[in-house]
């Protein structure tokens, strides 16, 4: 039930937004990629991640906050613990499946079947619906990743990283959490990156498989 309540909150915000004129993705780039109710979608999607940051958080400036919060997902994997490294993943699938299909395909890929998963003490064959998300290496988002690079050092080395991986790669996650303090958060292009790569970071395969077990 509680899933629903956050996914039922997530669908109105993405409503209510229709009546915002003072959309932040209202410039060129994101006009070239994405049409006006993307564009809408896209920023309450910044949005919705905002609200789990503050809510898991000592500070109330965005920018603050969201370096508080990947510091300390940062410092937890550092130290083994995996549980802070995704949000919580029925959560974030609820929410993240009743956006539009299109935008959706525009930054993700879903894959819903795998031949064998394994653990250090499980191994599925041909689990049903075993879910998992990563970045779309041919979609509109990474063509903007693109666009940051002609500008910026990190968006270029980003852009080829998800080419050469064909998504979401460990070394640019744990890039991107020991070098988030070079990031400034109030900057759109930059607060879209963390949005988009907060919700596409995956729990463990160990993390997944238990609680794959457990429906």
């Known amino acids: 039930m509680r899933y629903l309540i956050i996914s039922f909150l997530f669908i109105g915000l993405l409503s209510c937004n229709n009546l915002n004129s003072g959309n932040e993705f209202e410039t060129s780039l994101y006009k070239k990629?994405?049409?006006?109710?993307?564009?809408?979608?896209?920023?309450?999607?910044?949005?919705?991640?905002?609200?789990?940051?503050?809510?898991?958080?000592?500070?109330?400036?965005?920018?603050?906050?969201?370096?508080?919060?990947?510091?300390s997902v940062y410092q937890l994997a550092a130290n083994g613990d995996e549980s802070g490294l995704s949000f919580n993943e029925e959560q974030k699938y609820s929410s993240l499946?009743?956006?539009?299909?299109?935008?959706?395909?525009?930054?993700?890929?879903?894959?819903?079947?795998?031949?064998?998963?394994?653990?250090?003490?499980?191994?599925?064959?041909?689990?049903?619906?075993?879910?998992?998300?990563?970045?779309?290496?041919n979609g509109e988002y990474v063509d903007i990743i693109e666009e940051l690079g002609k500008n910026s050092t990190y968006y270029k080395a980003l852009?080829?990283?998800?080419?050469?991986?064909?998504?979401l790669s460990p070394t640019?996650?744990?890039?991107?959490?020991?070098?988030?303090?070079?990031?400034?958060?109030?900057?759109?292009?930059?607060?879209?990156?963390?949005?988009?790569?907060?919700?596409?970071?995956?729990?463990s395969v160990e993390m997944k498989v238990k609680r794959y077990l457990k429906k």
């Open 33 to 71: 990629h994405f049409t006006k109710s993307e564009r809408n979608e896209l920023s309450n999607i910044v949005s919705y991640v905002d609200s789990l940051i503050l809510s898991k958080n000592k500070y109330t400036e965005i920018d603050k906050a969201y370096h508080y919060y990947l510091d």
């Open 159 to 167: 852009h080829e990283s998800i080419k050469a991986a064909g998504g």
């Open 97 to 137: 499946f009743n956006i539009d299909t299109i935008l959706f395909k525009k930054i993700w890929v879903k894959s819903t079947t795998s031949r064998i998963v394994r653990t250090r003490d499980t191994t599925l064959y041909y689990p049903n619906n075993f879910i998992s998300i990563d970045l779309n290496n």
């Open 172 to 203: 640019a996650v744990s890039g991107f959490l020991y070098y988030n303090n070079d990031f400034d958060f109030n900057n759109l292009n930059n607060k879209i990156w963390a949005s988009i790569f907060l919700l596409t970071t995956e729990e």
